[in-house]
Structures are given as C-alpha cells and as structure tokens.
C-alpha cells in the first residue's frame, strides 16, 4: 500500500551534515535510485497523485539535475513527454532563461524556446524543495512560454525553508517532509 511505498522510500534518504557547506545538512537520493522497489515506490506514488489530482497533463518538467533522475520514468509511465529545464549554457538553440537563488548558491536555469507551447498543461518536478528558488524559476519559465503550471512535484521537502510559500499559488506535492 501507500504507507509501505513512502516507508521504503524514507529508508533510501541518507543525511549528510555539513555538505556542501557548512550548516547544511544534505539530504541524498543516491540510495533510491540504487534501490528497484524504491525507485518505483517514488514512480508510483507520483503516479497515483497524478491520476488522483489531474485529468490532463500535456509535459512533464524536470530541473537540471536531480530532476532528470525522476522525471522521464514518471512522464513515461504517464505516456507523455519530458522538459529539460537545465543550468544556463546547456541547451543548443534559441533559448529562454532566468537566475535564481537556492540553498547553497546562486543560478541561472534555462530551457529551449519551442520546448513548451502556450496553454500547455505542465507538471514540474525535482527530487527536493529548499528554499523553492530553483522551482520558483522554473514555474517563471513556464510563464514567460506561457504554459501552464498544474503543480510541483518533489520527493523531499524542507519544510522549515518554507519553499511552499515562495511557490504560491502553485501547490507542491511530497512524499517525503522533513
Ligand atoms: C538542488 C536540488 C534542487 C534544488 C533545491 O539542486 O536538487 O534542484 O537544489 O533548492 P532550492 O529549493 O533552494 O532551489 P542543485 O542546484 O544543488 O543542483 P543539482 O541537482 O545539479 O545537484
Ligand atoms: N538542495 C538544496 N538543499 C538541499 C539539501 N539540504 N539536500 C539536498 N539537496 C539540496
């Protein structure tokens, strides 16, 4: 059942203290992805909030680089496409992009200019919300493309860096709140 999936998929979180800074405690999904059960607990889970939530999804999007681990397995099992929104000087052609600030640093995210089309349905995923600034971007993004942005979807999130608030009026899904 559900509670057994998000069990399994606690269990495959590891705690780092101090990396990369500091005063951050760094929480790795290495563990997941090494893991089968695990990593399709997460790919299930996703899914049923999606089937559960949204009656129509046109793209999934997926942040630079945590977010590719997640994103393609779940977009396939949705039957449909995956977005790259990648670290700035990645992507060939006409691109859009944007800078933000995040837990540890500062960046800029871009994406290709004919990735998403106006009035599309997306979903943005990642494998953990901070301080929100790296969603925060990617939803700006979708604005300039004129997309529109169904929700935000991440394995962990940090509650205390309130990254919920910063991404109002979208709402985040986790599996994981720490
Ligand atoms: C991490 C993480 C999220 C982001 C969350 O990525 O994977 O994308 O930080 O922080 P925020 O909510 O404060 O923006 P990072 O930028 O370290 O890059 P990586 O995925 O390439 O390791
Ligand atoms: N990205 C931003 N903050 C993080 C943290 N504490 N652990 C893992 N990834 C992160």
């Known amino acids: 059942g559900r509670e057994a999936k998000l069990q ?35 790919i299930d889970l996703f899914e049923e909030h999606v ?21 393609p397995l779940l977009a396939q099992r949705l039957g449909i496409g ?8 990645k992507l060939p052609g006409a691109t859009v992009s944007v800078s933000y600030d995040l837990e540890y ?9 004919d990735a998403v089309a106006p009035g599309q349905k997306v979903l943005l995923i990642d494998d953990l919300l901070a301080t929100g600034g790296t969603l925060y971007a990617a939803s700006e993004l979708m604005r300039k493309q004129q997309a529109e942005v169904l929700g935000c979807m991440v394995v962990i999130e940090l509650k205390e860096l309130n990254g919920t608030d910063k991404l109002k009026p979208h709402r985040v899904f986790s599996l994981i709140q720490y």
């Open 82 to 89: 995956f977005v790259l929104v990648r670290k700035k000087g």
């Open 51 to 71: 089937r559960n939530n949204h009656q129509h999804v046109d793209l999934i999007v997926g942040l630079d680089a945590r977010g590719f681990l997640f994103g």
């Open 8 to 42: 399994l998929v606690q269990r495959h979180v590891r705690a780092f203290p101090d990396f990369p800074k500091k005063g951050i405690v760094f929480r790795d999904i290495c563990p997941i992805l090494k893991d089968a059960a695990a990593l399709k607990a997460v």
């Open 105 to 113: 640093g500062k960046a800029e995210a871009e994406i290709q200019e």
